[in-house]
């Protein structure tokens, strides 16, 4: 079997990590006897300020041929922010329809949690985000920008359509975990009288579907707080894309931090084109010092490979990840690992 992959080192750091990451997948395959053939595109800062391009209308088009996609890390001090991250990250996931954001939410042993008593065995949960609507969508404006009668209106736009795709992927996403078979719905009902109120009508009507799945409800602010108390009460948590982006960035500080956090930006429909990256930024001020952490970015990898559902090289993979970090790894922080990033690299290769 042989698999197209679109990778997008991005900018800072993150050529340094996807190379490990790429180290990794290429050392897998040849154990699992499938082949991975990686394509590269240089987008990210320094393309966009030699050129003033992002990414084009071509390429977005070129990347519906591939299996999936696997991306580094955009961000550069010398462009302004949201410039890379509309420009690129949002135009490839509107346009491949990357629906669902996926943020499975482990801890792993020998991984220092910030809370007290808290294991492994009570941080294990995915975090389900609506990818492609809400206050993302870019709708909205300025009135008389930059007078002392500025107004600026940002507009969320959620439809039936995306919420119940969503909602749908999140019960069988439940289903398919062997844990409590509980799916918890975060909004903002008691303030947010419209957009929520889609949300939860569709989720009391989808759950009609999977009388198997526990399910239950939580403000978004309520969830924040009992993620910190009671992590072990959640199995899936499915939200919007606003309150998916606060609770990820949550869920990756109980599970260690972001060297160790992945994702996925997936269109699980047939023929669909997903991608996979690390949560963590471009982290220019580590760029070349070769300290930053690759975990995350491997675990990216892991991720895809359970997409595209090559199961065995990525239990390969989580297997390893987690003899490292137990075994080897002294710190997940940027320059207190005991290795370099190349080194981890090694040391997660060596042991599939």
């Not at 042993?109 to 009570?122: F, Y």
């Amino acid at each position: 079997m042989s698999y197209r992959i679109a990778v997008i080192p991005g900018d800072g750091t993150g050529p340094e990590v996807i190379a490990e990451g790429v180290k990794v997948l290429k050392a897998v395959a040849q154990k699992e006897n499938f082949r991975l053939d990686f394509h590269y595109y240089d987008l990210g800062g320094e393309r966009f300020l030699k050129t003033g391009e992002t990414i084009l209308d071509s390429e977005l088009e070129e990347l519906k041929k591939f299996d999936a996609l696997y991306l580094g890390a955009l961000g550069h001090p010398q462009v302004p922010p949201g410039v890379l991250e509309r420009g690129i990250i949002l135009r490839i996931r509107f346009h491949l329809d990357q629906y669902i954001n996926l943020r499975p939410v482990k801890l792993y042993p020998g991984v220092d949690c910030p809370l007290k008593n808290k294991g492994p065995a009570d941080i294990d949960f995915d975090i389900i985000r609506e990818n492609t609507e809400g206050l993302y969508c870019g709708a909205g404006g300025f009135l008389k920008k930059g007078t002392a009668d500025e107004v600026a209106i940002q507009e969320s736009i959620n439809t039936r359509k995306g919420v119940e795709r969503c909602i749908r992927y999140a019960f069988q996403r439940t289903l398919q975990r062997s844990r409590k078979k509980k799916l918890t719905m975060a909004a903002k009902t008691n303030v947010m009288n419209y957009a929520s109120d889609l949300w939860m009508r569709t989720f009391e009507e989808v759950a009609k579907d999977y009388p198997q799945v526990q399910t239950d409800y939580s403000h978004v602010d309520a969830l924040c707080m009992w993620m910190v108390k009671n992590p072990e009460s959640y199995d899936v948590i499915v939200t919007d894309n606003l309150f998916g982006d606060i609770i990820t960035d949550l869920g990756a500080i109980l599970q260690g931090g972001l060297g160790i956090a992945a994702g996925g930006n997936i269109n699980p429909d047939p023929g669909g084109v997903s991608m996979f990256e690390p949560m963590g930024g471009s982290a220019p001020k580590y760029t070349g010092k070769g300290v930053i952490n690759p975990l995350a970015a491997i675990l990216a990898g892991q991720m895809m490979l359970a997409h595209l559902g090559e199961k065995k090289a990525a239990e390969r993979i989580e297997n390893a990840v987690a003899h490292v970090v137990a075994n080897h790894v002294k710190s997940l922080a940027a320059g207190e690992m005991g290795h370099s990033t190349q080194e981890v690299g090694d040391l997660v290769a060596k042991n599939l």
